[in-house]
């Protein structure tokens, strides 16, 4: 008991203390200290890089390793699907229009058991369709108004306003994010939608008893390594397994699967992105700190704010980092190039300073180096264009007027996005 009041104690502490230093955050441009970018084209030994060759076999390697070992942290050892369960489809869903399917992707080792739920929703009667895959934050049942979507029964976050308390959803929640999720659009405009819940993988909390992570530990080991995998890291090693699946599903061309991901989750989509090169488009959308936008600006939120509030989400070497953002090897626009030469699109939104979209832009701007370097356009705009004017490269950028969120008109540009890197539209 008394370690219980000392631990709210703790808690409400660490909230304060998280609010005060959101208060004191420096959103002016005139304020971003002085900084200088490590080059991307630049080898940690100084000498420029002048091949694809040395590109592909040291740089990227390189700076892959830089990120894992100081950023996200790596994954510990090697884990497949155990089985693959369907337990549901439809050629009746949206009216018609689509087909469902759900399944579980069940991971084994020891007595440790993970089930992950898929959904999909493809057009209907087509094979080799191409698809997004995105985390959604709070069910599959919450993408869509469909009655046959089971209830996750995972851990969730509380939200009593949609009926999620003591960590479980409700029926209250169906739908209630359906406004991030055009379905429709997505299944008439030609592709499907695949997605999970992220806390299926691991349950976004500080605590790394549950979800993946103990599935690796050695006997008496309750955290990963200073240098292993966060929470960020596991979702996207989440969204490879679900890769995983899909090269074996002939409904999905599993040469055009697109990952994204809003906010944590887009993070998580880069992160996935930039290890496995089967993802051939990545899209971030507001991920901002940690994401698309560069560290050392300090504007919005900072690596020591996001550390203090989601100490969970990265490694514990990125801590070394929190007010010495010029101390990190990489930046955020090192992470954009491990992507090239395959399409990313990174979108900000113009409410949301917090994610500096000022620094999303410029990181996809100086990644665009990689993009020429190996041939093909990068972001086609020097300065940050215009509010609701996208511009597609193979580095696609908008900033939407409006908040934080993943709306319509952000998947408008993604599905144009694709029509143009896949269709030649
Ligand atoms: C915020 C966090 C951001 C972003 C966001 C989200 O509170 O500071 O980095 O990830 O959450 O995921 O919605």
Redo the contacts with the bound molecule.
Sequence with gaps: MKNFTLLLLFSFLMLGYANAQRENVNYEESKIPEYKLPDVLTRFNGRKVKSEKVWLKKQRPEILELFANEVYGKVPGELGISEIKVWESSDNALNGLAHRKQLSLFFNKNEHHLEVNVLMYLPKDKENVPVFVGYN?TGNHTVINDPAIRLTESWVNNNPSIGIINNQVTEQSRASDEDSWPVEEIIKAGYGLVTIYYGDIDPDKNDFSDGIHPFFYHENQLNPKHNEWGSVAAWAWGLSKVMDYLEQEPLVDAKKVAVLG??????AALWAGANDPRFAMVISN??????AALSRRKIG?TVR??NT??PH?FCDNFLKYNDNEDKLPVDQHMLLALIAPRPLYVASADGDK??DPGGEFLAAKYASAVYEFLGVEGLPAKEMPEVNQPVMGTIGYHIRSGK?DLTLYDWQQYIKFADKHYRGK
């Design positions: 934050f809003h906010s944590r989750l887009g993070k507001e991920s901002g700190c940690g994401g939120e704010i996001i509030s989601f989400w917090w994610a934080h």
